[in-house]
């Protein structure tokens, strides 16, 4: 009998042979591991479900209105035409029968009378003791007295005018005030005013010739010359019709 180390023994070669189909089965596995399965597939189920279907509203149509019918208008028939009445003929006149003229009698024969025989005097010339003797030529009018020219009055001095436009500023600074915005906030100027005076002396207008670049200096000199009362008589020569003049009113702060 052999011993037991010679049963057990086994030759490399074999060992080697014994691996690799190992390793070969090995791999086979590994890459078709589900062979058996794809021979064999698995059953699938499929799942059905009722599904109710949406309920759909039957469409909502708009009722039509009712047709009404209208019936056609009824046209009551024009009255007959009121019958012509023919107008009756009138009877013809009767030509009236004209009277007939009775012949007058003729009247008898009228002579004529004969002219008598005028005698044919001859002219007489006349006598040269009777030539009839011219009349008087008349005598001639008396020519009308020429009105003789008035005398021209000297013009009036100018100086009187000077001295009349003086008068009148005093007389408008004796009512002078001074307008107390134009005092606070320092304000001065000369206002140039037009005035138009009348014969007695009467104020017809007044104007503002030149400002003083302040409006309110020259509503207040305005105001003053208005109501100043009545002003000064013009001097003569320069009291026949309305005078123009110009006259200055001046507003002065006093310092100090």
Known sequence: MPSPRQQSFVSPRAMVALLASLLVHGALL?????????????ARFLRAFMIDPPRVSPPDFAVPPPIVEVPPPV????????PVVQPKPKPKPTPKQKPVAKPRPKPPPVRKPEPASVAEAKPVPPSRSEAPTPAPAPAPAPMPPQPTPAATPPPPDPRLLTRYGDTLSEHFAGAQTYPRLAAMR?????????????????????????????????????ALVEGSGPLPRPPRGFDRQDLEITVPVRYRLRSG
Do not use: Y
């Open 30 to 42: 590994a890459v078709m591991p589900d062979w058996n399965a794809a021979r064999e597939p698995e």
């Open 75 to 82: 046209f009551d028939p024009p009255p007959p035409p009121p």
């Open 186 to 222: 320092g304000w001065e100027g000369e206002v140039l005013l037009r005035l138009t005076i009348g014969p007695g002396g009467n104020l017809l207008s007044v104007r503002v010739l030149r400002s003083s670049g302040h409006e309110i200096l020259d509503r207040h000199a305005v």
